[in-house]
């Protein structure tokens, strides 16, 4: 088992067995948006020209929400509505949520290029439509990637989503599609 280390009560887990990963979890708190969240407001085109994750994060989301960078806690999810990162095919939108410690994004529905990019860089992502419109900010959230399954622990209500399959779940721990193909290599 690798726990990653997050403060507040806070965590992503993975579970090994052979080199590979067996299982999941993650653990935080609801942050909400709505539906339509776009590339654009996820990380502005004015910061575009940086490649630190670091710095994309301090500007992550600042043009809906002020206040989100200084709110967010590492293992924090992230949950939104339909069409979430439409817009331009950007790189810089998973990378700045995940650098800024979001541990995984829940939406009603992903803008497929969004989806894929979240993947290649190691972002964790889950479609749910009851979750998406039963979570409310605040709320504290467990999360079993294996099964699929969002506790909402606040509410005692579970919803579920497609899990992911052992590939998807490599590719995440292994911090993205280069990061894995790197470390196999």
Known sequence: MRKMAMPNGRFAQLYFQKGMVIFMKAHGHAIKYGSNVDTDVIIPARYLATQDAKELASHCMEDIDKSFVTRVQPGDVMVAGANFGCG?????????????????????????????????????????????????????????????????????????AQPFPDFIKDMIAGGGLMASIKAKT
């Not at 990378?95 to 009603?108: L, P």
């Not at 889950?126 to 399954?149: M, P, Q, R, T, Y």
């Open 88 to 160: 331009s095919s950007r790189e810089h939108a998973p990378i700045a949520i995940k650098a800024s410690g979001v541990s995984c994004v829940i939406a009603k529905s992903f803008a497929r290029i969004f989806y894929r990019n979240a993947i290649n860089i190691g972002l964790a992502i889950l479609e749910s439509e009851e979750a998406s419109e039963k979570i409310s900010a605040g709320d504290e959230i467990g999360i079993d990637f294996d099964s699929g399954v969002i506790t909402n622990v606040t509410k005692s209500e579970t919803y579920q």
